[in-house]
């Protein structure tokens, strides 16, 4: 049985952190510091899983996937 949750780029997604985290929730800044993001324009290439996409839910006001 094949994985239906892998991209065209190898099961990796690009993250970018295009807003800070000033007056964010504590659970929040959390979620971004487990995508092993810090700093503005931050970018990191991740395993695409649900574990990942969860997060980036979470986070979407704060991050761009770019794919």
């Known amino acids: 049985m094949a994985k239906n949750n ?4 190898g ?5 970018r952190l295009v807003k800070g985290l000033r007056g964010v929730q ?4 959390l979620s971004v510091k ?4 810090s700093k503005i ?3 990191r290439e991740l395993k695409d899983s649900p ?3 969860g997060l ?4 979407y006001y704060l ?3 770019e794919e």
């Open 6 to 9: 892998e991209t065209a780029a």
């Open 11 to 15: 099961g990796t997604v690009r993250v």
């Open 26 to 29: 504590g659970r929040h800044r």
């Open 34 to 37: 487990a995508l092993g993001l």
């Open 41 to 43: 324009n931050d970018v």
């Open 51 to 53: 574990q990942v996409r």
């Open 56 to 59: 980036i839910n979470k986070v």
């Open 63 to 65: 991050v761009r996937v």
